[in-house]
């Protein structure tokens, strides 16, 4: 069978849905809520296409090709619905894909990572990251101005972390010297990274019960960034920030260890079904509309297998 893919003929065998046919072609076309080999229902609008033949718009995951299709797969009007659905996911996905401190510091020092790190009394990592960060034989913290600490996170719960003199000790522990130095900033700024917004009462109260662990870090990076298709596909459509902000309801940074060394954390899902229909009755959609959400079956959670981390296109599902 042939169908025009913008104006082109593809031959395709009717056999595969759309958007398997238009990747195998060369097409780059976005998708959240589809994964190759998995079962799947059509929810995110990211892989929208324009069937020309109808003018109708249609979702390449779920639909197959058929005689007749004329397919435009990067036509403005496509690219606006895809930017669309984007950005409504967006406004529901409450995160800091980068950690404050982490943004702005001018050593390009991954400080959250180090920081984490140091509460998992990890030291060897920790100073292993802070040293490829700069030269091996300086830290350039002594007279910084930290500007890591006048955007942490934890300032505006109780009191900002020490982040300073967390990275000297660390440094003396090691044997770097106090020597300050210029070093060139490697954070990828590029990249879109999104801001969880306000804690409110109830999510400093409880910051503050949960996160009291040596450095008082509220370790607010991603932990799932390196594999967030959501954030792939945001700095694709150069969305800079979701046009409707952030209003999930869910709470901020809880995280439902579910076994081993897999963890859930709500407040990032956006609700593409995978796990859900990936697992066998672990986990499940509980209410409707705006209120839906994602839930771990609590006597089934013995039975998930971690693997199920690599279907979820966010970082709501990760191996810690």
């Known amino acids: 069978m042939k169908i025009l893919v913008n104006d082109k003929e593809l031959e395709v065998s009717g056999e595969r849905v759309l958007i398997e046919e238009l990747r195998d072609a060369g097409y780059v076309i976005p998708s959240l809520c589809y994964a190759h080999d998995a079962k799947h229902e059509p929810s995110c609008m990211v892989c929208m296409v324009r069937n020309e033949a109808n003018n109708q718009m249609i ?52 400080v959250a990572q180090v920081l984490l790190y140091i509460d998992r009394k990890q030291m060897d990592e920790a100073f292993s990251l802070l040293s490829s960060a700069v030269d091996v034989e300086h830290l350039p913290c002594t007279d910084c101005k930290a500007m890591c600490e006048k955007a942490c996170r934890r300032g505006t719960v109780d009191k900002c972390v020490d982040i300073r003199q967390l990275l000297i000790d660390l440094s003396e522990q090691k044997g770097l010297k106090k020597v300050d130095v210029t070093s060139k900033a490697v954070l990828d700024k590029s990249s879109f990274s999104s801001k969880l917004g306000r804690y409110n009462d109830k999510e400093k109260e409880w910051l503050r019960e949960e996160y009291s662990q040596p450095s008082h870090c509220l370790h607010c990076a991603c932990e799932g960034k390196a594999k967030c298709k959501l954030r792939e596909c945001a700095t694709s459509a150069q969305i800079k920030s979701p046009r409707h902000g952030v209003s ?67 970082g709501a599902l990760f191996v810690r």
Not at 85 to 101: F, Q, T, V
């Open 59 to 110: 979702p390449s995951c779920s639909t197959y090709p058929t005689e007749g299709m004329r397919i435009d797969v990067e036509s403005d009007d496509v690219k606006a619905l895809r930017r669309m659905g984007l950005e409504l996911l967006l406004s529901d996905h409450r995160a800091d894909c980068e950690a404050p401190c982490t943004v702005v510091c001018p050593s390009g020092i991954d």
């Open 248 to 314: 999930s309801h869910l709470p901020v940074k809880q995280q439902v260890h579910v076994n081993g060394r897999l963890y859930f954390e709500p407040a990032k899902c956006i609700r593409c079904g995978l796990c859900v229909y990936n697992t066998k009755d672990s986990f499940t959609f509980m209410h409707r509309g705006f209120d839906m959400q994602v839930v771990v079956i609590e006597e089934n959670k013995k039975d998930i297998d971690e693997k199920v981390a690599d279907l979820c296109p966010t």
